[in-house]
């Protein structure tokens, strides 16, 4: 059974900081690795779609990389604002058409 | 395109009762899933439909069911309801066939059982 774990599940930055929020899954057969975020009361967007043959995907500020040997994926964004203020999730992607989620990072930047 | 919608925003019940919740995928979207959040469990899969067939169920008890229809919406039924199902229950829709293209998620209905 597929798990998925993001820590911190809570980080405070300084606007301008460059920051990386982490996952990990402990079953390597996936398809893919999906980064999510979520504003209070609100649904998920999603930001990032990195598939079980690509490493990295890239948009604008942020960069989602994946290691499936590891069973690692990171979400980097660059020069943090307000606005990044959310709840972010990762979920793994496998055969069975759904998605396994972390609990989330809540990540807060400060002005 | 319209994003995925979801009807209503927000339910309130009591215990017993039964709710029915809508959603309305991504125009051109054939897949439908649907996942409750909660606070301590955070987001877990319910079922997900593919051209009107249920292709996969997540480990919920039986009083949780759903469909789709021909047009792809879907709804999902809670029966006898309990204060354990008071959750955010979000349905989320994707372009292909396969689980190799990003999900779509609507803003969610917010069912509060007392």
């Known amino acids: 059974k597929q798990e998925v774990t993001q820590i911190p599940a809570a980080l405070s930055v300084p606007e301008g900081e460059n920051l990386v929020l982490n996952c990990s899954f402990t079953?390597?057969?996936?398809?893919?690795l999906q980064w999510f975020r979520q504003d209070p009361g609100k649904g998920l967007t999603s930001l990032l779609l990195i598939q079980s043959s690509q490493r990295e995907q890239t948009s604008g500020r942020l960069n989602a990389s994946l290691d499936k040997s590891s069973g690692r994926s990171t979400l980097y964004i660059a020069a943090s604002q307000p606005g990044d203020s959310a709840t972010y999730l990762c979920a793994a992607g496998a055969g069975s058409y759904q998605l396994t989620f972390g609990k989330g990072t809540k990540l807060s930047v400060i002005p | 395109k319209a994003g995925v919608t979801q009807t209503p925003r927000y339910l309130i019940k009591t215990r017993g009762q039964q709710v029915t919740l809508s959603c309305s995928p991504i125009?051109?979207?054939?897949?439908v899933s649907w996942y409750q959040q909660t606070p301590g469990q955070g987001l877990q899969f319910l079922f997900e439909y593919f051209s009107e067939t249920q292709r996969n169920k997540g480990n919920f008890p039986g009083r949780f069911s759903g469909r789709q229809f021909s047009n792809s919406r879907s709804e999902m039924n809670v029966s006898t309801l309990e204060l354990g199902d008071s959750a955010l229950y979000l349905c989320?829709?994707?372009?292909?066939?396969?689980?190799?293209?990003?999900?779509?998620f609507g803003n969610g209905t917010r069912l509060t059982v007392t």
């Open positions: 989320a829709s994707r372009e292909g066939d396969r689980n190799n293209s990003p999900l779509h």
């Open positions: 079953d390597s057969a996936i398809y893919n």
């Open positions: 125009s051109g979207h054939r897949s």
